[in-house]
């Protein structure tokens, strides 16, 4: 005869134990697929996995531009243009507010990209415009440079959003202490919020020297 002690013995060795840390197999699914999801947003934002990628402006139309000395202050200028292109793709960010007169922009908006390779062709010969005044002795030049783009209306009214945005305190993109000799490439970002243009329209860009001296201004 099974007493009561003992039947309570039995039914306590037949139990499964309790485990703190064991999952249902829905609460399994929804961490993998919440883990999937992070994986996700984190390749799209810092990889640029699925992100558009920049594509040339296609239009057989539009006018290459010319290698040059680039003016400055009405006068040719050290600072030559060794090639430049233009292309239609996604802002880098972050993500500006408009704040004032200054137009915001969002990261991943379209906008237009120009990549201008320059050569700092200024010497002990022929210093940098501002040497004297500091007393420098090397060429090494600072520029800023910014593009403008044309369709057949003539220029486009377009922001140059180049980081950092907003300016300072120029719009556009920093080349620092290029020696003379040397080459770089810079990238400036051109937006619009003229939906109208489209970038099969642009027939013509140029590449504009706003500062060039042997200091940062």
């Known amino acids: 005869m099974v007493t009561k002690a003992q039947s309570y013995g039995t039914n306590d060795a037949q139990r ?26 984190i390749a ?30 009405e006068t040719e200028s050290s600072i ?16 500006v507010n408009q704040m004032g007169n200054t ?15 320059i050569r700092n062709d200024y010497s002990e010969e022929n210093p940098p415009p501002d040497q004297k005044l500091f007393n420098i002795t090397n060429a090494d030049v600072s520029a800023f440079l910014t ?10 009214n377009a922001t140059d959003v180049t980081l950092p945005y907003p300016p300072v305190p120029y719009p556009g993109a920093l080349v620092g202490n290029l020696a003379s000799g040397n080459s770089t490439t810079v990238t400036i ?3 619009t919020n003229n939906q109208d243009i489209k970038p099969q329209d642009i027939n013509r860009f140029v590449i504009i020297l706003e500062y060039v001296g042997s200091l940062p201004p």
């Open 103 to 117: 137009p915001g922009i969002k990261k991943g908006a379209l906008c237009f990209i120009v990549n201008a390779t």
């Open 80 to 95: 030559f243009l060794s090639s430049a292109t233009i292309s239609y793709g996604p802002y880098p960010g972050p993500s």
């Open 189 to 191: 970002y051109l937006a």
């Open 44 to 73: 799209y934002t810092e990889l640029g996995i699925l992100k558009p990628k920049a594509t040339p402006v296609n239009n057989p139309y539009i006018e290459p531009v010319a290698p040059q000395y680039l003016p400055y202050n």
């Open 147 to 156: 593009a403008q783009i044309f369709n057949t209306q003539g220029q486009v």
């Open 16 to 41: 499964v134990p309790h485990n703190p840390f064991h999952l249902s197999r829905n609460t399994a699914i929804a961490i993998i697929l919440l883990a999937l999801l992070i994986g996700g947003i």
